[in-house]
C-alpha cells in the first residue's frame, strides 16, 4: 500500500520558516519526481515546487527565492524548507508523486501564516 505522509506545518508568524517533510511508503522516491502543491481555502490547488529525478527543482513565481525543495532518498523522504513566510502563504500543503501513471497524494498539512 502507498502511503505519502505530510507533517512539519503549524502556526507560524509573518517572516518566519517552517519545514514540511513528505515521507513516502509503498514507493521509492528516489527516480521520480515529487512535487508539493497547496490549497488554500476557495482557490484551486497550486503547484509550489517539484524536484526531478536528476535533482533538478522548479519553483512557482511566488515563492522563489524563498522556498527550497530537496529530497532525501536514503530516507525516502521530501522535503520543503519554507523561509519568509507571508499572509498569502496560508494553506493545506499536499505531496505528490506520479509512479507508473499513478498518481499519488498525501493527506496535507496545514500552514497558517499570521500577520
Known amino acids: 500500500q502507498v502511503r505519502l505522509v505530510e507533517s512539519g506545518g503549524g502556526l507560524v508568524q509573518a517572516g518566519g520558516s517552517l519545514r514540511l517533510s513528505c515521507v513516502a511508503s509503498g514507493i521509492i522516491f528516489r527516480g521520480n519526481t515529487v512535487a508539493w502543491y497547496r490549497q488554500a481555502p476557495g482557490k484551486q490547488r497550486e503547484l509550489v515546487a517539484r524536484?526531478?529525478?536528476?535533482?533538478?527543482?522548479y519553483y512557482v513565481d511566488s515563492v522563489k527565492g524563498r522556498f527550497t525543495i530537496s529530497r532525501d532518498n536514503a530516507k525516502n523522504t521530501v522535503f520543503l524548507q519554507m523561509n519568509s513566510l507571508k499572509p498569502e502563504d496560508t494553506a493545506v500543503y499536499h505531496c505528490?508523486?506520479?509512479?507508473?501513471?499513478?498518481?499519488?497524494w498525501g493527506q496535507g498539512t496545514q500552514v497558517t501564516v499570521s500577520s
Open positions: 524536484v526531478f529525478s536528476s535533482g533538478g527543482t
Open positions: 505528490n508523486t506520479v509512479v507508473s501513471l499513478a498518481d499519488y
